[in-house]
């Protein structure tokens, strides 16, 4: 089942900023990094699909118009989009309690049980947790909502390294199955690559890349070649080139793997690095360069 399918999706603000014409297809049960620089449409995409802001073109999220059926589709929706979100004069057990009664898929005992394994007291005032407390209780209510689609927007902002982790840790643990989809936002790229199922660079309110990490492992290769074989390499036509201590390393998409190690080392490139390559470049690469 398809969880997200926009075309040409198209949401512009005053002075011309914002999304324009993006197209997306996120299957259910994938974890999706939507990635790009400030300012690159982030929010603003993210806001369309949780139908907070109207847009044109066509949008569907888990088969509803998220503008116009927004209070059905956010039934099976959940999102979080800053640590600070919750009310700072609300008890812990206050914050509980107003879930529960609002909320129709909420399982408490699941909250309380998630809570049982950090410090969070069920008396503290959520304005005397500290930052990383308040994400853990966070999603702690979070996870305790049976949604289909959650959307993260910059989740461990603010969160030193240990907390981090364990956010994501707990979410791919606790949370995540062939049922459901996380869409997350984020600039630390490096921290949740090795749990992204799929990628979607996005600059300038553009798709400038949309794939799955799988497909990436196989397109991408980055090559130190010799000496006698950088001019053979050059004519493969790579994405980029720079040099680093002296010596030429070089950045191609869809060139087989096999060809390239002839050629001198080879290495995979990080997602970060595709990044900053694709990003500088601004070029849309679409799905299906594979060698
Ligand atoms: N309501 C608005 N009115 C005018 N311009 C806006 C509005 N909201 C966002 N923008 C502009 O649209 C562009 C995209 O903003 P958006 O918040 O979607 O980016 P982002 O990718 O989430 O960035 P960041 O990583 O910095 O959070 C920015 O240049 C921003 O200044």
């Known amino acids: 089942m398809i969880c997200i399918e926009a075309k040409n999706l198209r949401k512009v603000h005053r002075g011309g900023k914002g999304v324009h014409g993006i197209d997306l297809s996120i ?12 300012g690159a449409g982030k929010t603003t995409a993210l806001n369309a699909i949780l139908g907070l802001v109207p847009y044109e073109g066509s949008l569907k999220v888990l088969g509803r118009d998220p503008w116009h059926e927004r209070h059905a589709m956010m039934q099976d929706v959940c999102f979080i989009a800053d640590v600070a979100l919750l009310p700072r004069w609300m008890k812990v057990w206050q914050v509980l309690d107003y879930v529960e009664g609002v909320h129709p898929r909420f399982d408490r005992a699941k909250a309380e049980t998630f809570l049982s394994r950090t410090d969070i007291q069920r008396r503290s005032r959520i304005r005397d947790l500290s930052k990383g407390m308040t994400a853990q209780l966070h999603l702690a209510l979070v996870m305790a909502i049976d949604a289909k689609l959650l959307v993260l927007d910059e989740p461990t902002l603010g969160l030193d390294l240990l907390y981090r982790r364990e956010f994501y840790i707990t979410l791919l643990n606790d949370y995540f199955d062939h049922d459901r ?30 794939d799955s990490m799988a497909n990436l492992e196989t397109r991408f290769t980055e090559l130190k070649p010799r ?14 080139e720079r040099l680093v201590l002296g010596q030429s390393i070089m950045l191609f ?19 970060a690095d595709l990044f900053l390559v694709l990003m500088a470049q601004g070029r849309p690469r679409k799905e299906g360069h594979a060698a």
């Open 227 to 240: 000496p006698d074989t950088t001019e053979t390499a050059r004519a493969l036509n790579p994405l980029n």
């Open 253 to 271: 998409d869809g060139v087989p793997k096999d060809e390239l190690k002839q050629l001198g080392e080879t290495r995979q490139p990080k997602l």
């Open 27 to 38: 299957p259910s049960g994938r974890i999706v990094g939507l990635i790009g620089p400030n």
């Open 181 to 210: 989809t996380i869409l997350v936002t984020t600039h630390q790229i490096e921290e949740i690559e090795d749990i992204l199922t799929d990628v979607i660079l996005i600059g300038d309110g553009r798709i400038t890349l949309q």
